[in-house]
C-alpha cells in the first residue's frame, strides 16, 4: 500500500529527464476542481512540474503543460470540466508542443475516462487518483513520442506515496492529507468509487510535515481527509485523530489547526474534549448532516440519526459555547418527502449553523443511490433548495450579528475581491471578515472590531496591536 522508497526515486529520476527535454522557459498550469483533497493533489502536481524544470504559471494561454485535476461529485463539476478540456483545444493549434494532462476523480470513472479517448483526441495523458506519483513516468513517456497514455487502475484500493515534491499555492495556508479514501459507501456518494479504501499516513510523516511548515511561519494548518475522524483505524498501534491532534498542538510555533470532514457516526467525545482543551486548534466544526429525516438518513446509509446528531452538537456547545458550526445538507435525495425535508430545516432550526454548504441531489452512474426508485423532479428539489436557503439567510445573519461591537483575530488572506481598498480574511470560526488595512498584513493575525455583519460576511476596523 505504502509506495516504496525507490519507486519513487523512480520518479524524480523521470523528472530530471523531463527537465533536460523540455529545456528552458517552460510553463505548467494546473487547474484544479473539487474538494480540498483534489487542490492537496495539484499542489504535488504543481511540485513535481517545478522539479521537471516548468514554471508555474495562472495563464493559462502561455502554458506549455495543463493539467486538469477533475471532480466526480456532481454533474456540475464533471461539465464545467469536460467544457474547459473542450476550450484548450484551440490551444494546441497555437502551441503544437502544449501537452494536455487529466487526472483526479471524474477521470477515474471508466465511461468518463473513454468518452476522454474517443471524444477528446488532443487530450495527451488521462491517469487515474492512484496514479498521482506516477505523473512524471507518464508524461516522460508521452514527451519521448509515446502515443497517447491511459493509466488507469480500476479496482485500486489507493496507495500512500510519501516525499513527493510540493509546490504550496500560499505561503501561510497549508493543506496536510491526513488519510486518502473512503470506505463509508453513502449512496449517493462516487467518491468511495474514485478514491479508493481508507488509508491513514503515518503519524510521524505528519507530524514531520506539520513542523516543517510551522518552522516556515505557516498560520494556518488545515487537515485533510474524507472522514478524518476514522484516522489511524488502519495503524498498527492504538493513535486516534484525537491522539494525532494532540501530538500536532505540541508543535511549536503561532499556527491554528483546521480539519475536514468529519463524519458524525465517528465523531468521539474524546476529539470533542480535544478542541475544547488545545488552544491551537480552531473553534470550527464542520460536520456534515446531509438531512434531518432518520428515514432518508438511513437510505443514505449515514449511519447515525437526528437525535445523534443533536446530541453532538449539544455536547460541542457544552465544552465551547461559541463554537462556530457548518454543514453539508443535500435536498431532493431519491424519495425525500415533503416531511421529510422539513425535518432537514427543523434541524437547521434547532443547531442555528453559521454556514451551510447545500446541494441539489445529482445522481451519480454507479452509486447504489442512481438506480433507486423515487428521483425527485428538478422543480420539486429547486423548490426545497431555495425554501432552504431563504432558512438559513436568516440564521447566518442573527449568528453574524452576535459578532457586532466585539473583536475578533482574522488571518489576514489578501486584498477583498469585490472592494480593493479592503483586506479579507477569516477568523478561527472560519467567518469572513473584510476591513481596511496595509497589506503589510496579508498571511499575518490581525485583530478586527466588528462593526457590521452581513450574511456571509463581517465587516469591522483593525484595532491597535
Ligand atoms: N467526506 C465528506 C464530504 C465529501 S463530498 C463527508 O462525508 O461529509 C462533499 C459534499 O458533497 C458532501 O458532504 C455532500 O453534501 C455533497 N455530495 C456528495 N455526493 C453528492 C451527490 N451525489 N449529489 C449532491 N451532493 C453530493
Ligand atoms: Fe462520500 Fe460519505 Fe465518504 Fe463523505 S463519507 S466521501 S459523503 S461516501
Ligand atoms: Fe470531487 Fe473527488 Fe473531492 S469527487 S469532491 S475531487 S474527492
Known amino acids: 500500500m505504502r509506495i516504496d522508497a525507490h519507486e519513487i526515486d523512480r520518479q524524480y529520476v523521470c523528472m530530471s529527464q523531463i527537465k533536460s527535454i523540455i529545456g528552458e522557459g517552460k510553463k505548467a498550469y494546473i487547474l484544479t476542481f473539487g474538494c480540498q483533497q483534489n487542490e492537496a493533489d495539484s499542489e504535488r502536481f504543481g511540485g513535481m512540474a517545478e522539479e521537471m524544470g516548468y514554471g508555474i504559471t ?8 495543463i493539467v486538469i485535476n477533475t471532480c466526480a461529485i456532481r454533474e456540475h463539476a464533471e461539465k464545467k470540466a469536460l467544457s474547459i478540456t473542450g476550450q484548450c483545444k484551440h490551444l494546441k493549434t497555437k502551441n503544437p508542443s502544449l501537452v494536455i494532462a ?19 483526441p488532443y487530450v495527451d495523458i488521462v491517469f487515474d487518483t492512484s496514479m498521482v506519483y506516477r ?38 495556508k497549508a493543506w496536510v492529507s491526513i488519510m486518502y479514501g473512503c470506505n463509508n ?7 468511495p468509487y474514485v478514491r479508493g479504501r481508507e488509508r491513514s499516513r503515518k503519524k510521524e510523516d505528519i507530524l514531520k510535515e506539520v513542523k516543517e511548515l510551522a ?5 494556518e494548518i488545515t487537515l485533510l481527509g474524507q472522514n478524518v475522524n476514522s484516522y489511524g483505524k488502519d495503524l498498527d498501534e492504538e493513535y486516534d485523530f484525537a491522539d494525532l491532534l494532540t501530538d500536532i498542538c505540541k508543535i511549536e510555533g503561532d499556527f491554528i489547526v483546521r480539519f475536514m470532514t468529519s463524519h458524525p457516526k465517528d465523531a468521539t467525545h474524546k476529539l470533542i474534549d480535544t478542541m475544547a482543551r488545545e488552544p491551537k486548534i480552531a473553534k470550527h466544526f464542520h460536520l456534515p448532516l446531509q438531512a434531518g429525516n432518520d428515514r432518508v438518513l438511513k437510505k443514505m446509509n449515514r449511519h447515525y440519526d437526528k437525535a445523534r446528531y443533536l446530541s453532538l452538537v449539544d455536547y460541542m456547545r457544552e465544552k465551547m459555547p461559541d463554537i462556530g458550526l457548518t454543514t453539508d445538507i443535500i435536498v431532493g435525495f431519491p424519495t425525500e418527502t415533503e416531511e421529510e425535508f422539513e425535518d432537514t430545516l427543523d434541524v ?20 447504489p443511490a442512481y438506480s433507486m426508485e423515487g428521483h425527485i423532479p428538478y422543480e420539486v428539489q ?4 431555495t425554501r432552504m436557503l431563504e432558512l438559513q439567510s436568516e440564521i447566518s445573519v442573527n449568528r453574524n450579528r452576535d459578532y457586532e461591537g466585539k473583536p475578533t483575530r482574522v488571518l489576514v ?4 475581491k469585490t472592494d480593493e481598498s479592503k483586506l479579507t480574511g477569516r477568523n478561527e470560526k472560519n467567518r469572513l471578515v473584510h476591513f481596511e488595512g496595509p497589506d503589510s498584513l496579508i498571511g499575518q493575525f490581525a485583530n478586527v472590531m466588528i462593526t457590521k455583519a452581513e450574511t456571509y460576511a463581517l465587516f469591522g476596523e483593525l484595532m491597535e496591536g
Open 58 to 65: 495562472h495563464e493559462i494561454e502561455e502554458a506549455d503543460l
Open 382 to 385: 429547486s423548490a426545497r433548495f
Open 413 to 416: 488572506e489578501g486584498r477583498s
Open 135 to 172: 505523473f512524471p513516468e507518464i508524461l516522460l513517456a508521452r514527451l519521448s513520442g509515446a502515443k497517447r497514455q491511459f493509466m488507469l487502475d480500476t479496482g485500486c484500493e489507493g496507495h500512500i506515496a510519501e516525499g513527493l515534491p510540493v509546490h504550496r499555492e500560499s505561503s501561510f
Open 102 to 120: 487529466m487526472c483526479g476523480c471524474m477521470v477515474t470513472q471508466e465511461h468518463r475516462a473513454e468518452a476522454i479517448k474517443h471524444s477528446y
Open 215 to 219: 518552522d516556515a511561519g505557516y498560520k
Open 348 to 367: 437547521l432550526s434547532r443547531v442555528g449553523f453559521d454556514n451551510i454548504y447545500s446541494f441539489i441531489y445529482s445522481a451519480r452512474k454507479g452509486t
Open 185 to 191: 459507501f453513502c449512496t449517493y456518494c462516487i467518491v
